[in-house]
């Protein structure tokens, strides 16, 4: 898209596995907006390579971290800001993972401790990223974090099983480290909560078909593409959005708001 809203900004992304990735989507969005960047995501995704192609379209290193790895994120952000020549505009952090979907546990079986990996990895790694920033005084005023979730944090999903819980804390610890950044940097933080969406993660969630299709039918939009998230992205990573922050965004063409529609109620006569 032809804007400069993004130039002389300079961003991290987490959490680019492949071309299907909203944080794919928005590292190409934010360099086509003017931004320089700088790519990150685990190790073993790393091993993959696919993100090579991405560092080359949007002129990038990529600097590997495992987001619960504390020592990872420093040397991730000292290595950013060494790139930069100085601190960094925003972050955006596009990560989840849940052991116990991945290990097929029920809900109600949760294992504990697969429970306590999924809640570090995909929400106190929120927290994780904000302090390392923080304590290194690594963001400039005006800085914007966002963080991406789901809906399952408010309304029951049943199979979101405890991805639910863990975007919950996430949004919380949004807001609470939202406080602390703004009171002392002015730095902002928030959460955008997208439409469901066909990624790697995403198609995770058991019953994903049908789940992606009755969103679509219940949002006056229809669903959020990834490439719409992306662009809301860079709005909020841009200065048009400054006095945003500690917010959870409905990114998903109404679906929240939205009791019934039409093509629901047709679909349930239908039958
Ligand atoms: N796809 C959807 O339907 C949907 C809907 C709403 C919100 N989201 C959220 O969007 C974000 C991005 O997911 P996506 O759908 O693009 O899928 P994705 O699978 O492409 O991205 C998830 C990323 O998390 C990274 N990750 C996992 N463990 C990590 C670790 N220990 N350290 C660093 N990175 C790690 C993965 O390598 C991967 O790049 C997630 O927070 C997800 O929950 C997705």
Known sequence: MAHELLKGKKGIIFGALDEKSIAWKTALECHAAGAQLVLTNAPVALR???INKLAEQVGAPVIGADVVNMDDLKKLFEGAMEHFGGKIDFILHSIGMSLNVRKGRHYTEMDYGFNQKTLDISAMSLHRVLKTAWEMDALNEWGSVVALTYIAAQRVFPDYNEMADAKA?????????????????????????????????????????????????????G?????????????????????????????????????????????????
């Open 169 to 221: 804390l996430l949004e919380s610890v949004t807001r609470s480290f939202g406080y602390h950044y703004g009171v002392r940097n002015k730095v902002r933080v928030n959460s955008i909560s997208q439409s469901p969406t066909r990624t790697t993660a995403g198609s995770g969630v058991k019953g994903f078909d049908g789940f992606i299709s009755y969103a679509e039918k219940m949002s006056p939009l």
């Open 48 to 50: 993959m390579g696919e």
């Open 223 to 271: 669903n959020a593409s990834a490439d719409d998230c992306a662009r809301y992205c860079v709005t909020m990573f841009s200065d048009l959005t400054r006095m945003v922050t500690m917010q959870n965004l409905f990114h998903d063409g109404g679906f929240s708001f939205t009791g019934v529609t039409q093509a629901v109620i047709e679909q349930m006569e239908k039958q």
